[in-house]
């Protein structure tokens, strides 16, 4: 059915503010976040950079651009924030900007908690939702966790972002309930996880104070919503890691050189690396796509962000294993950076559901039938 109302294209190209930002961020990366000093952190007792995420949320007034400026953010969209996280992919900083700028920030929105959202503009405040790294935003959430008399009891497994949190938003039922990381009843245990720019905790709570938040939606409506956020702006900063991986390879293979001839003239190789930056390049129209549904509101944000979850994880993945590859020996040591880059792309595939749940999920969104023994 035509409604007879012409929509004008979405324009996926990159505006000027967009350039700028990208280039400011880029600026701060470059100076305070070199592999040599990501890889020191994740060997350390705590893989957070406080001082990076101070600089891009408090001074370059990250954590604010999506949201309003009568609440003291920037006034942007969500395709800003997705220029953000494609430079952090890039540069795999350890902050908690997807966690908390994006995720805990949407949830925040979605159940009215203004003073909350005026707190995490700022910068000043991190946020963590209370819910597993690995939840797909379409499926209903476990309840693992009660609540008796303002008080919490249970446990939540793989938290994302929580080990630099000062608050955790904890979804229980339909309510939300504001908890201290630090408060007693409280414990939050480090998980051994693949990717340490990202630590993971297990957050047990024992009886521990809890404040109610009284919000306009229910719990389990923002936390989709959140998730769905999340999951949407990953892949921007997939986009981010994957477009790193293709250009230091592309620039090693150009001076490294084997029986007098630079790696980079042998066809086989070229032929690898033009079908990676095809890849890339259809992850960016994804990731894009994306971003700009959940800027504008797009009914077409769930497809969107399934089809660019499923496809920017596995080329993210790709490039890593090539960067990894196509460095020979050196590529394959603990003195090179494309270790904590392949780890990055893996765990990042299982956020928010992997690849193939995503992709079972657009089935039914576009109305797909799923393959039986009958039609195969």
């Not at 470059?30 to 891009?56: F, H, M, P, Y």
Request: with cysteine; charged share 20%.
């Amino acid at each position: 059915m035509t409604t007879g109302i012409e929509r004008p294209p979405t324009d996926l190209l990159y505006s000027e503010q967009e350039e700028f930002l990208r280039e400011t961020v880029r600026d701060v990366l470059n100076k305070a976040c070199d592999w040599t000093s990501v890889l020191a952190l994740t060997e350390s007792e705590s893989a957070i950079d406080r001082a990076l995420w101070r600089t891009l949320a408090v001074e370059v007034g990250g954590a604010a651009l999506a949201l309003p400026d009568d609440i003291g953010g920037a006034g942007a969209t969500w395709r800003e924030t997705a220029v953000v996280l494609e430079e952090l992919g890039r540069s795999i900083a350890p902050v908690p900007y997807l966690g908390s700028a994006v995720v805990a920030t949407i949830y925040a929105q979605e159940i009215g908690a203004g003073d909350l959202l005026a707190n995490l503009a700022t910068g000043e405040t991190i946020a963590a939702v209370a819910v597993p790294a690995g939840a797909p935003w379409f499926r209903p959430l476990r309840q693992t966790v009660t609540v008796t008399d303002s008080t919490l009891t249970g446990t939540v497994a793989s938290v994302a972002d929580a080990a630099a949190a000062d608050i955790l938003l904890v979804p229980v039922g339909e309510d939300t309930y504001l908890v201290d990381p630090a408060a007693a009843g409280v414990r939050c245990t480090p998980v051994v996880s693949l990717d340490e720019t990202r630590p993971l905790v297990d957050i047990e709570f024992n009886a521990a104070p809890a404040q109610r938040l009284e919000g306009t939606r229910p719990a389990g409506d923002a936390t989709a919503a959140a998730l769905r956020a999340g999951t949407a702006l990953l892949a921007s900063e997939q986009l981010g890691l994957a477009e790193h991986c293709l250009t230091a390879t592309v620039e090693y293979l150009r001076v490294r050189r084997q029986f007098g001839r630079a790696l980079g003239s042998y066809q086989a190789l070229k032929h690898r690396l033009a079908d990676l930056w095809v890849q890339i390049n259809q992850a960016r129209a994804a990731a894009r796509y994306a971003a700009d549904c959940l800027a504008t509101g797009s009914d077409d944000l769930a497809v969107a962000t399934a089809v660019a979850h499923s496809w920017c994880s596995e080329v993210a993945l790709h490039a890593a294993e090539e960067y990894v590859q196509l460095h020979g020996g050196i590529g394959f040591t603990w003195e090179h950076p494309a270790h904590l880059y392949l780890k990055r792309a893996k765990s990042s595939t299982l956020m928010f559901g992997g690849p193939d749940v995503h992709r079972t999920h657009l089935t039914g969104l576009i109305d797909l039938p799923l393959p039986t023994l009958e039609n195969i």
